[in-house]
């Protein structure tokens, strides 16, 4: 058979059709990218429809009461937009911190061999697993709006701490930057801890004899910040809330929208969390346990050293998935009035100017922006629990 | 249970992508009349076979369906008239429930010819969302719905107030703007439906609910114990409503505006659904004699028959009729006509003559 020559070389070839393909391929999308905006933008013109993104600097009229930074209705929507955000990184955070823990202990009791917890847990875990989350958003709401007394028959513990449907007042330091110090006296409890726990290991391989690590370990990392914590509490001058006409004064308020989304978020994820730890620890082999055992490890070393390890393996990517779930299922805040991005933004900024495009793209890039940078962080950290590979 | 608003957001970009413009949809040379009038809307509902009016979700008194879907209501009565002066029939009319913040993308993207659900003209909505505000049906302002048992009977009294109100609404804006003004404080709780704003303020989560006067005395029937509540009769602003249009297609709003105008100028001629017959056969009156058809061709000048505005009356009945039926005193919400009063009886309606 003859070697193809010239022209029919390049049309046979792998590569240039490859590349042809593609080219192709991405052609077409701009051009139907560039037929969308086009129309779009034809649409609006005709319809005499604004556009263009002015309107973030205008002042937005619209107040919220839940911000991480000063906001006044004389505010721009620029600035609500990031009260927005802000709101829904803060939801997030908890809700993921709360759902991690939650969904750990629920998937890890799921596997015990007392019956009734499995089973409870089980129960748990197929009813959250099995209702839409908007119900679940509303219903959590209503509940608590309607379980807790009106203000007028508040609860009150003492020490100035109040609980109505409006939220739970608690008395608030003048100068909370004072609180730093807890933090800062839990990393230096963290610090310790390492130098105390790298001698120890160092004094057992040399001398045989343990050390009190855990305990150790639990008086620097609990204690210091507790230490500092009542430092900071006495040094502090308390605004405690007192009853006005309508509602507390002073203080700072935890409202019920807030409560309710947390919470609904937390105990929704959590069910599928704890299916994913469930099936992690599945995944390690029964042959490595019993190994372990007959190495002569102690249970708990069994789960620290041989279980755990492994099952983060097969725990950590589809983890980054619920979180990421998470995060974009706090935008059914919005129907229980709590004030995050798709409410503030997507609901009175959309209506107020109408301009649901350009309202629309900021929407879906911050959202995609959160989303890919949870993404790459917890990609980063599964580089550390993966099996390291030559 | 209806769509996430990230869904609903979706959809309507992806309306407002997709929608052919309003001029696409004219049928060329549908109307061999008038052919230097483009009259797309109207050739559209004609090859439809109805009207597609978009209302309220559920306001009772304004846009309301019974438990068999039957609407009722002001904001319903003037579809019915407009589908009664097209198609003679005014049960040609299909209704598209949409919340405060679709609202305006139903309309723009086609979905509904028009928006009658009791909507606040106001200078941005008009100047930047490519819509026309084509007539009033309906005097509101906005005032507040508060617990007997706090006794509050004045706004002033409510500073440090929790009050719900619905996300994107011209009220948000309003009370907060008023809060301000008159120095006082409050905490506003924004839901994105009407019904769980007033169903959280119904458990006492906010101390009052916001809306405008004809509203609240609407949703006051909803709530768990509708006598324990009173509407604060003053009130903070002056929301004109009225039935919204697409900018782009001048006789559909020519024609929205003079059917409403037609039955606000029928009540004034004391033209009601009972003598309307009557009155075009025997009035002496040359304008009531116009409007009826009885006279002249006004009603092909708009493209429809010249009975059109007999029609509406006939089967919808006058402005004060509607009125009375579904949120004044024949109706649950017992609303006065107020400032809603013929300027012949100290209201502000008025409507421009008829020749």
């Not at chain 1, 973030?56 to 009229?61: P, V």
């Not at chain 1, 939220?167 to 807890?182: C, E, K, T």
Request: proline letters at 5%.
């Amino acid at each position: 058979m003859s070697k193809r020559t010239g022209l029919s070389r390049y049309l046979f070839d792998r590569r240039v059709l490859d590349a042809v393909t593609q080219v192709a391929v991405v052609g077409g999308l701009c051009a139907l990218i560039w037929y969308f905006v086009s129309n779009a933008s034809d649409q609006l013109v005709r319809g005499g429809i604004a556009s263009g993104f002015d309107f973030l600097w205008r002042s937005s009229g619209v107040d919220v009461p839940v911000k991480l930074i000063p906001h006044a209705n004389a505010s721009s929507y620029a600035n609500l937009l990031l009260v927005g955000v802000l709101n829904t990184l803060l939801v997030s955070a908890i809700g993921i911190v709360i759902a991690t823990v939650l969904g750990f202990a629920i998937g890890i009791a799921r596997l015990s061999r007392n019956w009734l917890l499995a089973r409870l847990c089980g129960a748990f875990i197929e009813f959250v697993r099995n209702i839409p989350l908007l119900f679940f958003v509303l219903a959590w709401y209503f509940v608590i709006v309607n379980m807790l007394p009106p203000l007028r028959q508040s609860l009150s513990p003492g020490a100035g701490i109040f609980l109505n449907n409006r939220g739970l007042y608690i008395p608030w330091p003048d100068q909370p930057s004072r609180f730093l110090a807890v933090p800062a006296a839990f990393l230096a409890g963290a610090v310790v801890f390492w130098l105390v726990r790298r001698w120890a290991a160092a004094r057992r391989a040399r001398t045989g004899r343990g050390f009190p690590v855990g305990t150790v370990g639990g008086i620097l990392m609990l204690g210091l910040p507790l230490a500092a914590a009542l430092g900071a509490g006495a040094a502090s001058v308390w605004d405690v809330p007192v009853r006005g006409g309508f509602n507390f004064r002073g203080g700072i308020v935890l409202i019920p929208e807030f409560v309710a989304i947390v919470v609904a978020l937390a105990t929704y994820t959590a069910g599928f969390i704890a299916e994913i730890v469930r099936g992690g620890i599945l995944a390690v082999s029964k042959g490595q346990i019993e190994a372990a055992q007959a190495l002569g490890l102690k249970h708990g070393e069994i789960l620290r050293l041989i279980v755990v390890p492994q099952a983060m393996r097969a725990i950590v990517p589809p983890l980054t998935s619920q979180y990421l779930n998470l995060i974009k299922n706090s935008s059914f805040g919005a129907f229980i009035a709590f004030p995050e991005t798709v409410s503030v933004f997507l609901g009175s900024t959309l209506t107020q100017t109408g301009q649901a495009i350009e309202i629309a793209a900021i929407t879906l890039a911050i959202y995609l922006a959160i989303s890919l940078a949870v993404s790459a962080l917890m990609n980063w950290y599964n580089r550390f629990v993966a099996i390291p590979t030559r | 249970m209806r769509f996430a608003t990230p869904l609903i957001a979706g959809a309507l970009l992806a309306a407002l992508f997709n929608a052919p413009a309003p001029s696409l949809a004219q049928a060329p040379a549908a109307q061999p009349a008038a052919p230097s009038v483009p009259r797309p809307t109207l050739d559209a509902v004609r090859a439809r076979g109805h009207l597609e009016c978009g209302v309220h979700l559920g306001l009772p008194g304004f846009s309301f369906a019974d438990n068999t879907g039957n609407w009722t209501g002001i904001d319903v009565d003037l579809c019915r008239a407009i589908a009664a002066a097209i198609f003679g029939d005014a049960t040609k009319v299909r209704y598209t429930p949409t919340s405060v913040q679709q609202r305006w993308a139903v309309l723009t993207s086609n979905q509904v010819d028009l928006l009658s659900r009791n909507s606040t003209i106001t200078f941005s909505r008009d100047v930047t969302l490519g819509l026309d505000f084509v007539g009033i049906n309906f005097y509101e302002g906005q005032t507040f719905i508060v617990r007997r048992a706090s006794g509050v009977n004045s706004v002033r009294q409510m500073d440090g107030a929790t009050i719900c109100v619905a996300a994107g609404s011209t009220e948000e804006r309003q009370v907060q703007d008023y809060f301000q003004e008159n120095n006082m404080r409050l905490t506003v709780i924004n839901f994105q439906r009407n019904e769980d704003a007033v169903a959280a303020y119904d458990a006492e989560r906010c101390d009052a609910y916001t809306a405008g006067l004809g509203a609240l005395a609407g949703q006051r029937q909803r709530l768990r114990a509708p006598d324990q509540h009173v509407i604060l009769q003053e009130t903070i602003s002056n929301d004109p409503q009225g039935p919204v249009v697409r900018q782009g297609d001048a006789h559909w709003g020519d024609l929205v505006r003079w059917v409403l105008n037609g039955m606000i100028a029928a009540e004034a001629f004391g033209i009601t659904s009972q003598n309307v017959e009557q009155q075009r056969a025997s009035s002496r009156n040359a304008e009531v004699r116009r409007m009826l058809g009885a006279e002249g061709n006004f009603g092909q000048m708009l493209g429809l028959s010249n009975d059109w505005l007999f029609n509406a009356i006939k089967q919808v009945g006058n402005y004060g009729e509607s009125f009375e039926r579904t949120v004044g005193m024949q109706s649950p919400l017992r609303l006065e006509r107020g400032r809603n009063q013929l300027w012949l009886r100290g209201g502000i309606l008025f409507t421009p003559p008829f020749q």
